[in-house]
T-cell receptor, first 113, second 114 residues
């Protein structure tokens, strides 16, 4: 069973809208939470990552929010663009150099122009 | 800069045949990973190496799967004999110890077993 539960499975958003993807985990030993972006026919690529000592991290239009007490974290894509259409995976591991990442099931985001 | 290079990109084979997938990691990276991606199970870590030594192979589904890393610039994942349920996209990824923890994935090898 997956150690990181991700929702929704897919979402459609209009250009300029906000995409929100949620993830939840059970293992309190997890200490590193990256998000990977995957375009069709390509491998996943790191988008942004967060440690639990901060509640939010922003890089451009992408923001991770982290709620340690609820064991949840989410990805917000602001001002969504057609080029953001991809599958997004949340993941978790014991530390940034613990390479046993547990991936969520993925969310396919479609941005309509 | 060359990224992680995988071959073949596509492989179609018949049940019972041997399949060998190949990977060249990014030069200088000391970790190498093999992942499998399917619709049903998502991204699964099969095995990973550090400095060419297998560290954790607990994700390898069964004895039909084997992986080797004879040197720092080459790794193989072999399936013998292959079965239809092995059909998936197999990704190789590499990383550099002490860096950000980022995994650099190849473009994958799509395997279809008939």
């Amino acid at each position: 069973q997956q150690q990181v539960k991700q929702s929704p499975q897919s979402l459609i958003v209009q250009k300029g809208g906000i995409s929100i993807i949620n993830c939840a985990y059970e293992n309190t030993a997890f200490d590193y939470f990256p998000w990977y972006q995957q375009f069709p026919g390509k491998g996943p690529a790191l988008l942004i990552a967060i440690r639990p000592d901060v509640s939010e991290k922003k890089e451009g239009r992408f923001t991770i929010s982290f709620n340690k007490s609820a064991k949840q974290f989410s990805l917000h894509i602001m001002d969504s663009q057609p080029g953001d259409s991809a599958t997004y995976f949340c993941a978790a591991s014991m530390s940034f150099n613990d390479y046993k990442l547990s991936f969520g099931a993925g969310t396919t985001v479609t941005v309509r122009a | 800069d060359a990224g992680v290079i995988q071959s073949p990109r596509h492989e179609v084979t018949e049940m019972g045949q041997e399949v060998t997938l190949r990977c060249k990691p990014i030069s200088g990276h000391d970790y190498l990973f093999w992942y499998r991606q399917t619709m049903m199970r998502g991204l699964e870590l099969l095995i990973y190496f550090n400095n060419n030594v297998p560290i954790d192979d607990s994700g390898m589904p069964e004895d039909r799967f084997s992986a080797k890393m004879p040197n720092a610039s080459f790794s193989t994942l072999k399936i013998q004999p292959s079965e239809p349920r092995d059909s998936a996209v197999y990704f190789c990824a590499s990383s550099l110890a002490g860096d950000t923890g980022e995994l650099f994935f190849g473009e994958g090898s799509r395997l279809t077993v008939l």
